[in-house]
């Protein structure tokens, strides 16, 4: 069990050499091995999403997946956002609609929405929602997020 | 002056020049706007520093072995297996710690509860799953986790006591079930009720539930030999006074203790608070002389952090035959859980105090029965205690109402506190204060709130629909808050020389924008950008003293130290301005982080920073900085109105909050954003324990909401479009800045609005009487309906 395997992640496109135990979650991984600590864990068991991450494009629930299953991907996480001091879009629509308040649901938000964004641009603010229930906040009571969500969308079709 | 600054000061004078006006607009340019928060752009690129995110080197890592039963004698432990595995360092149980105190009260201490307090392990006893009985110190988390597994944990089990309203008895040998019965009153009730037209009468039940933020706690200490200063990283909402708890606890002198927040992932009461964990790691890091880090886990936080709400309420009102009510008596059975933690009597103290709320109540008795039970230790949540009594009180209204065939506003028309009785002295205390109710206009506010929902108009919709088969209705519920708990706060302002300005404050930030909305007090009161100002929070070794943030506290206390700090630094800077500038006092003022002249459009200026540059270099008492104190004997009282519109499903027993509205008097919004997040951020966590979170155990005191798969919390999906309203119609006479706090009146009322919602949704007054609603409660109350519906045989 406690036998560690090598392996590669590629983070935000840095590449990662790491040994891990074959039972680490990739959310252990991404913090404290890659020291990544923008991703968080809230609930350990894929329901809240605070610790979601795209994995090659895709919105994953960091927590539930293990480390040794990553090897060789590719991984997005929120430090991978910005450009440089430039906030993107989505970033800036959070903070112009009050989109967090201790910001610790926030990435996990950020994440899901780029993931589903670059896949689905033309997705209705409807579905967006829809997409949105799958993550908890617990301070905002989601209208702001939702508001951000929805001017992050408009922008993205406009450009 | 130095030529450069001559130079500087030229070319400020030219700028000056060009925009004029800028000198005129000095009151309010930050205060009551919505403008971004400071706070934001860490949390938005991953860049932020939450507890799990503290690492220091050599540091272990702790595991909490707990007890997973309610009740039974602890026989033995034994750690020898998991001492033995590699990277273990040591295996604490109680004897370990056995001459560390318990945790003691920090608030509404009642006499008798002093041997109801927890320690930081069981000791012969344990008294609810999820109690510590042993840690684990060992390299890695993992490998801590799987030691934890290892200790053998001999508890023979006993029968729990999960009910609060039996008659009291024993809890254990020596303990009682009852251990304090908060009482307050006034007024002849008995008489009120031997002359009363109608008594109404209601037994009510409000669920378990508590904050559950999305961090779970953390804790990392260390010691540092070097200053001989034990420091405790990952500190939240109170950490002034947990620094003084610590020192005390292990025997070191407060200075010797230092406490750091970093950000904190919500608090909503129950973060923040001592809790065993965090003494623990401190005890550690001084005995193992390595750094011990501490994360929770999600089902430690939901069983071992504290609870809240749990009451039964058996409320009684003598009324008029118009409705006026002429006195209500209330019995509280208060849920405590195992121990009497930090929160000692608060909860049922609040609960028996706030319960009369916006209304007249000539005469009133309240006995809050504070029991034991063997399930989790219960502390604050968001209104504490006002959740509550808000659903007890608003109830009652409706049920009086339904007794004399009242309209619901019209009930409250006639037992709302006038504006021109303010203040209203109250002969009720609560937190150390007496209840004065400071400013408001409560009928003023109904008005508000019905007119934003069309009331009449909106009742008349819902009664066409329920003619058409929906179950969809409309509640109402009032309510009064409390903020701005005193005794004080105190504030250092300081400007460097390069015009930086930081404010030192002793409070905390738990997320809510504390640092953006004291930026912009300091910032409309200094005459700087609040984009300028470093606000620091929660860091014991920078300020003597603070009362962190709680009772929504920070925007009134620790904002109104701001601005008398803030004043003190400005008379300051334009003392030496004038020396500096030549100029007398009374013509200059400082706008934009410059002292200008405000008698002419044109005139040499200087910056803040060039001040402080000048007053380092002697002559005069050297920086440019002050200090500012704001002290209160009384908390002030915001007040507000809740109108929920929900439609059951027949079937499912499902509800849906079809419209929210919330409507609050703050007497001044500082950051009106920030005020507006506040309220519907509480509303979804009111929504959450009106319908959906509800910590649940079996017969044998199991506990059974042990994931978020079983403790739902609303998701987007179960929100409604909340409306709010922000209403500033009554300052609080109280600061000089009218402010009153924002952070729980979007919780306060939810219970009962929703309640009184689906009552008329069902057509069945008074039916609802137990929270939360849900679906299987709501089924039980659609049977009843359908057996109403029926014609009798």
């Known amino acids: ?159 | 002056m130095a030529a450069a600054l001559k130079q500087r000061t030229v070319e400020r004078m030219s700028r000056a020049m060009t925009a004029p006006e800028a000198r005129t607009k000095a009151a309010a340019k930050f205060i009551g706007r919505s403008l971004p928060r400071l706070e934001d752009r860490p949390l938005l690129t991953g860049r932020g520093r939450f507890a799990a995110d503290i690492d220091f080197p050599r540091q272990l890592h702790m595991r909490i072995v707990r007890s997973q039963f309610a009740h039974g004698r602890l026989r033995a432990i034994d750690a020898g297996a998991a001492l033995t595995r590699r990277g273990v360092h040591a295996v604490w149980t109680a004897a370990d710690v056995a001459d560390i105190p318990p945790i003691d009260f920090r608030l509404s201490r009642v006499a008798g509860l002093e041997p109801y307090r927890q320690r930081l392990f069981a000791t012969d006893r344990v008294r609810y799953v999820g109690e510590p009985v042993a840690a684990v110190f060992a390299e890695d988390a993992y490998l801590a986790e799987d030691a934890a597994e290892l200790v053998a944990v001999d508890i023979e089990e006993l029968p729990a006591i999960l009910g609060a309203d039996a008659e009291p008895g024993e809890f254990e040998p020596g303990r009682l079930t009852e251990p304090a019965i908060v009482r307050k009153g006034y007024g002849d009730v008995d008489a009120a009720f031997a002359s009363a037209e109608a008594v109404v009468v209601a037994t009510l039940t409000i669920g378990r539930h508590s904050g559950v933020p999305l961090e779970t706690r953390g804790a990392v200490a260390r010691y540092d030999e070097e200053r001989d200063v034990l420091e405790l990283h990952g500190a939240a909402k109170v950490p002034h006074w947990n620094r003084d708890q610590i020192a005390r606890m292990l025997g070191r002198d407060p200075k010797s203790v230092q406490l750091y927040e970093g950000h904190v992932g919500g608090g909503f009461g129950v973060r923040g608070e001592l809790y065993p964990e965090d003494v623990l790691v401190c005890a550690a890091a001084l005995r193992l002389r390595r750094p011990i880090k501490w994360i929770e886990d999600r089902r430690e936080h939901l069983i071992a952090a504290n609870h809240s709400r749990q009451q039964h309420h058996h409320v009684r009102a003598a009324v008029d035959g118009e409705g006026r009510i002429l006195a209500i008596e209330n019995e509280i059975f208060y849920d405590q859980g195992a121990y009497m933690r930090t929160h000692a009597a608060t909860v049922p103290d609040l609960a028996a105090a706030m319960l009369p709320g916006p209304y007249r109540v000539p005469a009133y008795r309240a006995s809050a029965r504070i029991r034991l039970t063997n399930k989790t230790p219960c502390g604050t949540y968001r209104a504490p205690g006002r959740f509550e009594s808000t659903f007890v009180r608003e109830r009652l209204l409706d049920a009086i109402a339904d007794r004399l065939n009242l309209d619901r506003v019209e009930v409250r028309r006639r037992n709302l506190i006038g504006a021109q009785e303010m203040p209203y002295a109250r002969p009720l205390d609560t937190l150390g204060t007496e209840i004065v109710l400071d400013s408001g206009d409560y009928a003023g506010l109904l008005d508000k709130a019905l007119a934003a929902v069309d009331w009449p108009r909106l009742r008349e919709q819902l009664a066409r629909r329920r003619a058409a088969g929906e179950l969809v209705g409309a509640g109402l519920a009032l309510f009064v808050e409390k903020s701005g708990l005193g005794p004080f706060d105190q504030v250092r302002i300081g400007v460097d020389g390069d015009g930086a300005v930081e404010v030192v404050s002793g409070s905390a930030s738990v997320g809510q924008g504390m640092e953006t909305a004291i930026a912009q007090i300091c910032a409309d009161t200094l005459g700087v950008d609040y984009r300028a100002i470093r606000v620091v929070h929660g860091q014991t070794e920078r300020i003597e003293h603070g009362m962190g943030a709680f009772a929504s506290r920070v925007t009134v206390m620790t904002g109104e130290a701001t601005r008398v700090a803030a004043s003190a630094v400005k008379a300051k800077a334009l003392a030496a301005a004038a020396e500096l500038l030549q100029a007398p006092v009374a013509v200059l003022d400082v706008v934009d982080g410059e002292v200008v002249r405000t008698d002419a459009t044109a005139g040499p200026s200087i910056g803040l920073g060039a001040i402080a540059a000048a007053l380092s270099r002697g002559g005069h008492e050297p920086g440019l900085a002050a200090e500012g104190w704001f002290r209160t004997n009384h908390m002030n009282y915001p007040y507000g109105a809740h109108i929920a519109v929900t439609r059951v499903d027949r079937d499912t027993g499902a509800v849906v909050v079809e419209r929210y509205l919330v409507a609050y008097d703050i007497g001044r919004a500082v950051n009106p954003m920030l005020v507006e997040g506040q309220i519907v951020g509480g509303c979804a966590q009111g929504i959450g324990g009106a319908l959906f979170e509800e910590f649940l155990y079996d017969e044998r005191g199991e506990p059974l909401s042990v994931t978020f798969a079983d403790y739902l919390m609303p998701t987007v999906r179960e929100m409604p479009p909340v409306e709010v309203v922000i209403s500033e119609d009554a300052p609080s006479p109280l600061n000089p800045l009218g402010l009153k706090g924002a952070g729980e009146g979007g919780a306060n009322a939810v219970g009962a609005a929703i309640a009184a919602a689906i009552d008329e949704a069902l057509g069945m007054p008074n039916a609802v009487t137990e929270l939360p609603l849900t679906p299987r409660r709501l089924r039980r109350l659609l049977r009843r309906a359908t057996a109403h519906d029926r014609p009798p045989r």
């Not at chain 1, 406690?2 to 135990?21: C, D, F, P």
């Not at chain 1, 990739?26 to 795209?54: F, K, N, S, Y």
Request: aromatic share 4%; net charge negative; with cysteine.
């Open chain 1, 1 to 159: 069990m406690s036998e560690r395997r090598e392996i590669k992640l590629t983070i935000n496109g840095k590449a990662y050499a790491i040994a891990v135990e074959p039972r680490r979650t990739l959310v252990d991984a991404i913090r404290e091995d890659c020291g990544q600590t923008g991703t968080h864990i809230g609930c350990e068991h894929g329901v809240c999403g605070a610790c979601t991450v795209l994995v090659d494009g895709d919105p994953v629930r960091s927590c539930l997946m293990f480390a040794v299953q990553a090897h060789g991907k590719s991984i997005r996480t929120v430090e991978g956002l910005a450009d440089g001091d430039a906030l993107n879009p989505l970033q800036r629509a959070f903070m112009e609609h009050h989109g967090l308040q201790c910001g610790f649901c926030t990435a996990g938000f950020l994440m899901l929405i780029t993931g589903v964004l670059e896949r689905e641009p033309d997705i209705s603010d409807e579905a967006l929602v829809e997409v949105l229930s799958s993550n908890l906040c617990r301070c905002t009571g989601y209208r702001n997020i939702v508001k951000a969500a929805c001017a992050a969308a408009a922008e993205w079709r406009r450009r």
